[in-house]
């Protein structure tokens, strides 16, 4: 794609997290969005009054079809990620994904496939990698400054959603592994990848304990994990806690450092780092993530620009989520 005015946006569903993740990041870049579609078409029109989405399509095949749309966002329920991002590759459209990327491994591995034959951009959307609290916290660990790292630890918190929220439904690959540990388990990968001392690589899992809403469907789920250079991770997620909670923390031979909120940067900014000169706080900017996401993917759209992981990246992390499932006596979606 050469385009180098604004991208033109189709959106497929009319999600409660549009309006963070891809309305207000459009308005602030100066994209468009030019379709919307909904299952129910009273909501596409509502979203579309709402939010200033120019039209309003019958199906989400339509506005992928839609010559005007250059790139695809799909917010839709977990188990629609794979077959809409499939029909989105097919039409050669790129596509940002809200995460998780698929029901498991073998669903992702099947859309990396087909975007690598078609050489069609999938970014699955771990919106917090691309803010500079998380690139700070990253670049502490990876160059040295905390030693040799020994603990990483991811602790994701968020009140009870409505009784009716696709979270909840085993049927839309629901569950609090899939919405809220994707995240954990992808920092967790990331740092392997990096070169952090005293990590060594990529973590396996060694155990994982579910608490259940219903047949199947975690309402919690605490993991634990191992790297190769014997430091080790843990990650609490749960979709019943009384408030948010989005913290970080790695913890090294020199130091430790704490990104206090890093799904949500744009209401907590800091980071505090601990060494023997005591504690500092970092303010890093409270530009929303969701912003330094859409930029990057743009980027990579319009200029070609490079992006810090692939779809190769998102099949290995469903293959940590399939994982942690099976260690908790689940079965992966």
Known sequence: MTRTDGLRIGVLGASRIAESAIVGPAAELGHRLVAVAARDRSRADGFAE???????LDSYQDVIDDACVDVIYNPLANSLH???NLAAIAAGK?????????????????????ARSAGVTVLEGFHYFFHPVTQRAFALAADGALGA??????AMAMPEPAAT??????????GALMDLGCYSLHVMRTLGRLG????????????????????????SCDVELAFPDGATGATTNSMVAPDYSFTLKISGSLGDVLVHDFIRPGRDDRLTLVTDDGPRVERL???????YQLEAFAAHVQHGAALPFGTDDAVANMALVDAAYRSAGLRPR
Do not use: M, Q
């Not at 929220?165 to 629901?174: C, E, I, K, V």
């Open 50 to 56: 709402k939010y200033g989405v120019e039209r309003v």
């Open 82 to 84: 794979a077959p809409w």
């Open 94 to 114: 790129p596509v940002l994904s809200e995460k998780p990327f698929a029901r498991d491994r073998s669903e992702a591995l099947r859309v990396a496939d087909a």
């Open 149 to 154: 790292v020994h603990r990483v630890e991811v």
């Open 165 to 174: 929220d696709p979270r909840w439904s085993l049927d839309l690959a629901g």
């Open 196 to 219: 952090v001392p005293g990590l060594g690589g990529a973590p396996s899992i060694t155990r994982a304990h579910a608490v259940l809403r219903s047949p199947g469907v975690d309402a």
């Open 285 to 291: 900017g409270t530009r929303a993530s969701y912003t």
